[in-house]
């Protein structure tokens, strides 16, 4: 499945607000990433189309299996991404809106080796 960097936002943002919330309505993206109403309605019917996300008779929005592991995968880059650039010196926002850019960038093969010779090296400090 062919998922764009934007949708791949859209479901971080899912997950996450999941985690906090426990249930998640389309009011709640629109808060959290500051966009319009109608930009996040148009959002949630092609994720709903493509299988990612399901939405009850009252509006609550959840992630399908595809949809949750997409979500965990870039969040999980995102956390790593941050915790690296942070730990070499870089202030915490910038860290956090980095690594929400370079998340979608970079290969699989690339984060394992990145999250590998992280936990080596933090390993070693201790």
């Not at 990433?33 to 009252?58: F, Q």
């Not at 202030?91 to 809106?97: G, P």
Request: proline share 1%; net charge neutral; hydrophobic share 35%.
């Amino acid at each position: 499945m062919t998922i764009h960097e934007s949708s791949e936002d859209y479901l971080e943002n899912i997950l996450i607000l999941s985690e906090r919330l426990g249930r998640v309505r389309s009011i709640d993206i629109v808060n959290e990433m500051n966009y319009s109403k109608p930009s996040i309605s148009v959002a949630m019917k092609k994720l709903r189309e493509k299988g990612c996300i399901e939405v009850d008779r009252e509006g609550f929005i959840t992630l399908t299996a595809a949809g949750r592991a997409i979500a965990e995968k870039i969040y999980g880059r995102h956390r790593l991404l941050e915790k690296v650039l942070f730990s070499l010196g870089v202030d915490k926002k910038t860290a956090s809106d980095e690594a929400c850019r370079i998340e979608h960038d970079i290969s699989d093969d690339t984060c394992d080796r990145i999250r590998d010779y992280y936990a080596k090296h933090m390993k070693s400090r201790a």
